[in-house]
Each structure stands twice: as C-alpha cells, then as structure tokens.
C-alpha cells in the first residue's frame, strides 16, 4: 500500500519527518505493508516542488535545490494540493496531506483552507500546525467523516507524545471530565532556568540562545500557545468549543526571582498550568502560573518536559510525562498519525 | 453490530464488567453503533449458563439463580465455548470470549486452550488473564493473525490502564529498548504501610484485612506477579520470549521496617521495581527492591497506584502513571479491548 504525501511546509518538524520515514521505512513496510512517496512540498523561501515519481529525500533536505519550483504563492500552495490528490488518484493510491506551516493563531487560515480542500478531493488530512484545528475542529472532523478520510494531529499538543490517537484508540466510551497541565516547553524551561537563580530577562534570552524561545516571547510567556493547547484538548476531548479568547490566561510576567525562591523555601515551585474542566455545563478553561507541592507530578517536570493529568469516568485519573522532546518526537506524532489513517484506524 | 459475548469467571472483575456495559451502553451504540450481548458465563461454583437470546444483567449479577445451569466441569466450559460460537455465527454476528477465570501461573492452561478454541473457532479472544498470554502469546498472536480474529489483553498489566493498546495503535513502526516500573499493588501498599510505621507482617495482614492481598500473600510479595507483569511486557512490546522463571526475582520479605526508615532519613524510598532491557541482543529482566530518590515518578506512589517509563527509539521515555486502581478500572480494559476488536483496530 502506497500513501502519497504532500507537505505545506519544510521547517525542523517537516525535516526531521523526512529523516524519520526514511530511518523507519523498512519496518513500516513489514509491519504495515506500508510505503510512503513524498510527492509535493511547499516551502516559504525556496519554491515549491511536485514530483509525482516522489521527491528525493536528499534534495529536499538540502533545501530543494530545483529549478523545477514554482513561486511560493499561495495559487501554488492550492494548485499543489490539487496536483497531489490527482497524481494520488491517477495510482489508485492513497494521498495525505501533512501541514506544518506556522501557526495564525488568529483564524487559523490558510492552513485551515489547506486541510479542507485536502479533504474534499479525498486525501487525509494530518496536521502538526495548531492554527486549523482550534478554529476549525468541528468542520474538519465532520469533513473528514463525511469522505471517510482521516483528520489527525498528535503532534499539535506534547510534541507527538501519545494524547489524541490515546483518546481516540484506548479510552473508548470514555468521558474525559477535565485535565490540569504543563504544555508549554519554554515557560517551563523559563521557570527552571529562573529556579536555578537566573532573572526572569536572563532565562528568556537564554531561553531564545538555544533556540528554543521565539525573538518574539510573547507568545509562550503571555500564555498564549498554552491557551491555544488548552482550546485543542477541550475541544476535542471535552466535546467543548473554545477559542483562546475564551481561556481565562495569565502568562508569567509577573513571576519575580523573589517569588521564585520564596516557593522554593516552601518546597514548592511555580509552574504554567493549563487547566480545564466541566462546572454545570460551562468549559471552564484557565491558564495561570500555579504554586505546586513537591508531591504534584508537575513539580518534577525540569527544563523543556511537558506532563498531562486527566480525569476521566472510566480510568479515574491519568497522569503522561513526556521526557525532553524534541523536533524529531513532533515528527513522530504525524508518523503516528500517517500510519493510523493508512491502516483505517480512525 | 452485535458483539457476543462469552464469560469464562464472574468475579470482581466480571462483575464490573456487567455493570460497566450497561452504564455505557447509549455511549458504546451512539459512538461505535456496537450492542453487547452476554450469551454465555461459565462460573466456578454457580455452574454455566448459556443463553443465545442473553442473559440477563441482573441474573448475572445476583450469582445466576437460574436451574438452567449446567454443573461447572472443564468439559462444559469447552461445551459453552463451542455453542457461543456457534449462535454467533447463527446470528450473523461476531462473538468473543473474555478469560477472566484465576491464573495458573505455571502453564497458563486451562485459559490457553479456552483462547485457543475461540479462535480456532472464529472468535475474538480477550483476556484479564495473564496466565494464557505469559505462556502462550506467540502462538494467540498468530492463530488470531491467521483467523483475522483479536486476541488483546490490556486489563492484565496495569488494571486496564492504556498500555498495550497503547503500543500497538499509538506508538508505531517504534521500538521499545526497555522499561522499568511498579506494577504490583499489593507490594506497593505494603510498602507505604511500612513508611507509615507498621511492620512487614502488620502490613500485610491489613493488606489481607482490606482484600488486596490473597490469603497466601506469596504470589504478591515474592515478586510472582510482578514477573508474570514483565514477561507479558517483555514478550508483547519488546518481541521477547521469556517465562516468569527467566525473571531475576527477589521479592520484599527482607525489606525491614530499619531499612525503611533508613531510606527516609536519605529522602528516598523502597519499591519493587520491575526492569527489562535488552543488553547484547539478551533481554535481561529483573524484580527486585530498589531504593528510589525523591525525583524519580516511582517515589509518589502511594498504596495501590502503579507507574512505567518505557524507553523507546521514536520517543525518547514515556512516563504513564495510574491512579488507585478498582476492579472497575480493569473491567475498563476489557471494555477498550472488546471495542477495539469490533472495530477491527487490531
């Protein structure tokens, strides 16, 4: 069995995506009966390239160097698609579409468009980009029902750590009734780095160094990629529908050196939880820097780790640490999704 | 879609069963369009009844009052196993049999040749048995590959927490290069009863007062249990073929309530971990006490909770962590096991 795929975007998940089906290419054909043929990429800076006998793997980790390209316009972004689900078609193969472009947290297009063109000729839809499913959830899971295609995002929340194909696979019949937790990497790393005695200015620039704070913070300090996870959860596990303006959010700003030791000497230590519940029918969702004890699974969390605990009717309470994550553990998680909707597990 | 269902063993966790599919009934129909019937149930003393129209919950639940029962011998138990399988296929519908009877630790049978016949006979198999999966998993795993039938058994690691059928749907095209957990609850309860005070023999005649631990506490505290829980993990996730005797096994008879209190004066604790990794292309796996500091997730865990970090080559480690399993929780695995098979997300 053959899939097809088509990349929007080529950044250090799509790289790393490439290298990981190439690693497990083997083991996905024997396990799965499984091939995947990379036939498009659109990329922002260097063109976009379709290629219905496949992209070779090595050009397009060194940056497509094709004069073949078309100009990254976004009549080309959709006439890839298009070219995509046709030469899909044309092999009786099956074609997914993998959108990993930045996130316009404001409505969640393009790639919101991307996903629903995809759907509508018939490939799946996998998404490692947050944008298109907080603001498009409901539409794209209804879209992807009525074509009997898949709609996933694992790699949307804990960077490809197990949560949604979890929820979906092993918590059948399940009601979640509300989760608390640690899911952004850089507040986190901000915090630890704070704990360790640096000012809160010193670790965001550390934190931007290494490569893991944007130039722009705000969006990880001021708790908005937070609250766009907090919307993801809610809306897909908690059958809520939320917008990131309608989570209640404090980012961490406000944390000082001096509150930091003070909670130390309480052997307590903050953290930015994301928290979300049902109280008579309302989502209450809130992200909120938060003292813990030193017996909460959060307090342990050091540096870029992430951790979930969720409550249920079936398994009472769930608690999942991710450890270290990287690009490569994102990458996984569209994998994980790639598999599950080419063996119909969806 | 129907789903029969056979009943070998109506203990506590057949029982939680019952009740389970019945509170979940309207959720299982609207979100699978699935109906469970119990056609079958096989009892230790109050006989087997066999019922193509159903038998009825309350009737089950109430010890089988019933003067259909057949008197409870093996040959019936076969007998039962063959006329569910033939009303589902009179029926036009699938049925599976669901092994809940005590384990036999040492060879697995009677339970192994239950699963077999299921099988052989066109059936789903599902187990909360660990008996017949320690002993013969490799031959289920292919006998229901041939049969294009499942044979799953979630509920006997972890009580129905999401662990093997986590592996299979959510970790993909993965290796597990190893793992290390606490996977015993009666040995974890001792333990945190000896941290409060009390001796080895006080911990444990409460652990028997309040039905955790069985009359003879050596299946528990001689680390049996917890190396049938790493044979089954070994076997299943690590492609391994081990049998609870090649497990390195010490249990905690020795641990004394000195040795516990020295541990606390250190900020550290006693728990019975279970390990596996394969070193040189030779799974060692081992059961032993081990003293953990207060930053490892095993540290937290009070009474009857249990953890696993696994180790793998797509997602650095996973730490899964339940909270105070019930009967009910491992009556939910079987559930997400008898789900997964109609859905054929096997």
Redesign the interface.
Known sequence: MDLSLCFMGLGSVGRELIK?IDR?RD??QA??DLTFKIIGIATGKHGIVFDPAGIDQADALNGLQTDRAWPSTEENRLKLIRECAAASAAAATNGALVEMSPINRATGRPALDYMELALNLGMHAISANKGPIVHGYRQLRDLAKKQGKACLFEATVMD???LL??YR???????VTGFRGVLNSTTNLILTLMEEGKSFDEAVKHAQDIGIAETDPGNDIDGWDSSVKVCVLSNVLMDADIRPTDVDRTGIRAITLDMIKAAQLARRKWRLMCTAEWVNDRLVAKVAPEEVP??D?MF?LYGTTS?IQIRTD?????????????P??TA?GV??DL??AA???F
């Open positions: 990981l497990k083991e996905v396990r799965y490809g750590f197990p194909n979890l696979e092993c918590l059948p019949a399940t009601r030193a017996n699974p342990r951790a079936t398994l009472n309470q769930l608690t999942l640490i991710e450890t270290a994550p990287t490569a553990q996984f994998l994980a598999i599950a063996r119909g597990h």
